[in-house]
């Protein structure tokens, strides 16, 4: 079935570093949603992409989906100990018929002060 | 702001019981949705329902059951808890199946001993 890989599955930055995490899909999506986890929180939608090569910007936050539509990325330029917190990507597909969002495994990033 | 409100943020129960989730959103959402969250397998998605009355099974169903008599209203339930049901259960809605972020409860995190 279908699959959405990310890595790293865990991240430890310091302050002020650049921080990237990478999702990738076994099969062609539809679009590609992302999602911010606090400590101890919920899913909190951020953003979706749904062309090929999008790339989308939110203050820090830089997201990418790729030319072929199985992959995407999110990139935090200097990170801040706000930033601190689970992502997940969820990947659109369609299976036997039904459309639906694929989660990711996550990334946890913590970052040291 | 859509509000999705679980109704237990802790819930212990024995094995065999009968466990009831419920989860209420206000925003007249069609799509309603229930996922566990493990450490390491990220969010997998349990039932879902797209109208009043309509569910669809996930990709991790057997053990489970939903209800949607009302539309704001999805229940999930644990025919007879087990200890591999130990989980965060989070309930999402979202306004259309594809296209929209999905709003998150808080989540329920259930322990059954």
């Known amino acids: 079935g279908q699959q959405v890989m990310q890595i790293p599955q865990y991240q430890h930055v310091q302050e002020g570093e650049d921080f990237t995490t990478y999702c990738n899909s076994s099969t062609t999506l539809s679009n590609i949603q992302w999602y911010k986890q606090r400590p101890g929180g919920h899913p909190v939608f951020l953003i979706q992409?749904?062309?090929?090569?999008e790339v989308k910007k939110q203050k820090r936050l830089t997201f990418q989906f790729g030319e072929a539509k199985k992959n995407s990325s999110l990139h935090i330029t200097a990170t801040q100990t706000t930033d601190v917190g689970t992502y997940f990507c969820a990947g659109l597909g369609r299976t036997s018929g039904t459309y639906k969002y694929i989660f990711g495994t996550g990334t946890r990033l913590k970052v040291l002060a | 702001d859509v509000k999705v409100t679980q109704s237990s943020r802790y819930l212990v129960k024995r094995t065999g019981e009968k466990v009831f989730l419920e989860c209420v959103q206000d925003m007249d959402h069609e799509n309603m949705f229930w996922y566990r969250q493990d450490p390491g397998l990220g969010l997998r998605l349990i039932y879902f329902s797209y109208d009043v009355k309509m569910k669809e099974k996930g990709d991790i169903p057997e053990g489970y059951s939903v209800s949607r008599e009302k539309k704001e209203r999805f229940s999930l339930i644990l025919e007879s808890a087990s200890t591999n049901q130990t989980s965060m259960y989070l309930c999402?809605?979202?306004?259309?199946?594809?296209?929209?972020?999905?709003?998150f409860g808080s989540g329920t995190r259930l322990t059954v001993v």
């Open positions: 999402a809605s979202t306004l259309g199946l594809i296209g929209d972020g999905y709003t």
């Open positions: 992409l749904v062309k090929s090569g």
